[in-house]
């Protein structure tokens, strides 16, 4: 295995520190390197770990992990590939500063060919900087859910920084072609076509976006798994753009407002509409592409009630959906839940703060017939009648 930098990590009693120190005197291919004793780390259970080694290493050029091993007297399989892409946050793990959930070393126990304590001090600023590129790269944080890992002063004060970094993820991502799963969903109002969305995107393990009601239905979008095109409109999309949308042979950005959005990491993308495929394609007034450039790219159509759903699949040789199987609604309990969850009178009426009228109650009982309306001298100066554009 060829590395540039690496982590060893070895228990004490199987390494001692006048090895480590015999390993790294005088290679001259060690940029830099650095090591601790962990002697007070807890295990998930809460029980003292056996006293072991941090060793990290960053090198000239790349070295061979067999021959990293050899130096050391130990096996191979110690030898680790760190999953970071930079060295500092590596040596920041050396204290745990960026593990803030284990215990905290002091930095004067770290020994290095450079001084540790100084890089530690003058670029504290910088390892929580390096951490946020790090877990950017990894897709931890992501366009839709750095507020569950960053706060607000840490956002606005690397806000650029972050910004560039979902930009330059998004760019790397592109290939120019992309693995989209198209699904259509039709059914009645209420039967549960986004709940069922929704679920299948949470059992796949998507995050997922629905799509808003105004003219850019888009606006929201930060790179979601799963788009939901929830009861889509023809005037807010052009037919050839919709199309373009579901082309897995192209990744060409889609109209917005502010700016276009690319759907490189959509992974999943469901239509839910009350029209059947047909009808759907009929409302659109340009629809200059023929509908089986539509059929063809909806891979998998479902027909839904509250009760079942109805799979086809997209037979490309007959150009046309094939029946497959029918399933119980997966989501049917909170349609119904819903309905059994609807308030009483009484319960409404907490609700609202008001006291709801007696039954039977109608306007016959009121009687206006003989109503005056009197006004001040002052009121009848003012009076006008109906408001304007009522009379």
């Known amino acids: 295995m060829k590395l540039k ?31 601790i004793c962990h002697d007070k780390d807890l295990d998930d259970n809460g029980e003292p770990k056996a006293p072991h080694w941090h060793i990290m290493l960053q090198f000239n050029d790349t070295q061979d992990s067999k021959y990293i091993a050899k130096w050391f007297g130990i096996e191979e399989q110690y030898v680790n590939r760190s999953s970071s892409k930079r060295f500092e946050p590596m040596l920041a793990y050396l204290i745990h500063a960026n593990a803030t959930d284990k215990y905290q070393y002091d930095a004067a126990l ?16 910088n390892i929580r900087r390096s951490e946020i590129l790090d877990l950017i790269d990894k897709g931890i944080i992501t366009e839709f859910n750095y507020t569950e890992h960053l ?17 330059y993820k998004r760019e790397s991502r592109f290939t120019g072609s992309r693995e989209l799963e198209v699904i259509y969903i039709s059914g009645d109002s209420g039967c549960g076509k986004t709940s069922y969305a929704k679920w299948l995107s949470k059992k796949k393990g998507y995050s997922f976006f629905i799509t808003g ?14 788009i939901i095109l929830d009861d889509i409109r023809s005037s807010t999309l052009k037919f050839s753009d919709f199309i373009k949308m579901l082309d897995n042979n ?25 029209y ?8 659109f007034e340009e629809n200059d592409e023929p509908l089986i450039q ?20 997209f037979d490309r040789e007959n150009k046309k959906f094939e029946y497959m199987a029918c399933y119980d609604n997966p989501v049917k309990d909170l349609i119904h839940k819903s309905i059994e969850e609807q308030r009483t009178v009484k319960e409404l009426d907490d609700f609202l703060g008001m006291e709801s009228m007696p039954e039977n109650t109608d306007t016959a009982d009121i009687d206006t017939t003989d109503s005056e309306i009197t006004l001040d001298t002052e009121d009848t100066e003012n009076y006008s009648g109906f408001p304007e554009g009522l009379d």
Not at 7 to 12: A, K, N, R, S, T
Not at 250 to 274: A, E, W, Y
Not at 276 to 283: A, E, Q, T
Request: with cysteine.
């Open 250 to 274: 192209t990744d060409s950005p889609v109209k917005s407002r502010f700016h276009n959005k690319m759907l490189t990491g959509c992974q999943l993308l469901i239509i839910t509409t009350i």
């Open 151 to 167: 706060n607000i002063s840490e956002y606005t004060k690397y806000r650029k920084l972050i910004e560039d970094a979902f930009r």
């Open 276 to 283: 059947d495929m047909d009808n759907f394609y009929k409302l």
């Open 5 to 35: 930098k690496c982590e060893i990590m070895q228990q004490c009693k199987y390494l001692t520190e006048e090895q480590i120190q015999q390993a790294i005197k005088g290679r001259k291919c060690i940029k830099q390197w650095a090591y």
């Open 110 to 125: 770290v020994k290095a060919n450079f001084d540790y304590i100084a890089f530690i001090q003058q670029d504290a600023k």
């Open 213 to 226: 009601s105004g003219e850019d239905i888009l606006d929201g979008y930060r790179g979601q798994e799963c």
């Open 294 to 313: 539509f059929q063809r790219r909806c891979k998998i159509k479902l027909d839904m009630d509250e009760n079942t759903i109805q799979a086809y699949q």
